[in-house]
T-cell receptor, first 115, second 111 residues
């Protein structure tokens, strides 16, 4: 595709519900990253996928957060039993590889509001 | 630990130069980046500099890196109203290129 796309653009949910956020990376990009942008924490890394390697989950804030990437393309970030502190903009980025010289292209984000 | 810090706000007159500063703590960073975020839009990479360089120029943008002091700056020459945005500096690691971002500097360009 032309760029990284994310859906939905906005999601409002009630505390305790599960949510799924989707990311479509740029075609051919093997690396995919999830970041979170919140008022209190700024922009923080959550998880990344590189090809068929095991994902680096070191940034996930709790075991309520999980992500998968099917077929090396689309990724889904799932938040179970959402809490109000999960409210943030969730950003997805993709790059050709994880090399530092490969630019990460960001999607527009999904704004999650937990009531 | 990893920490990237920026000032919160910068106001500048149209046509003047803007300088946005950033400090970081992790000396193992390989690349340092500047991203721009406009309202309602995603992050856009503006420029980056490899950690063994001390300056990079790209049109109106000049990046200066003082590795000894772990200080990075972005200078925007002839600032335009379209440059009003939030600017993030970020550092990346060799392994995985996970980015650590600063808190962002909101730049307001006044006509």
């Amino acid at each position: 595709g032309a760029g990284v796309s994310q859906s939905p653009s906005n999601k409002v949910t009630e505390k305790g519900k599960d949510v799924e956020l989707r990311c479509d990376p740029i075609s051919g990009h093997t690396a995919l990253y999830w970041y979170r942008q919140s008022l209190g924490q700024g922009l923080e890394f959550l998880i990344y996928f590189q090809g068929n390697s095991a994902p680096d989950k070191s940034g996930l804030p709790s075991d309520r957060f999980s992500a998968e990437r099917t077929g090396g393309s689309v990724s889904t970030l799932t938040i179970q039993r959402t809490q109000q502190e999960d409210s943030a903009v969730y950003l997805c980025a993709s790059s050709r590889t994880v090399a530092s010289t490969d630019t990460q292209y960001f999607g527009p984000g999904t704004r999650l509001t937990v009531l | 630990g990893e920490d990237v810090e920026q000032s919160l706000f910068l106001s500048v007159r149209e046509g003047d130069s803007s300088v946005i500063n950033c400090t970081y703590t992790d000396s193992s960073s390989t690349y340092l980046y500047w991203y721009k975020q406009e309202p309602g839009a995603g992050l856009q990479l503006l420029t980056y500099i490899f950690s063994n360089m001390d300056m990079k120029q790209d049109q109106r943008l000049t990046v200066l890196l003082n590795k000894k002091d772990k200080h990075l700056s972005l200078r925007i020459a002839d600032t335009q109203t379209g440059d009003s945005a939030i600017y993030f500096c970020a550092e990346g690691k060799a392994a995985g290129n996970k980015l650590t971002f600063g808190g962002g500097t909101r730049v307001l360009v006044k006509p």
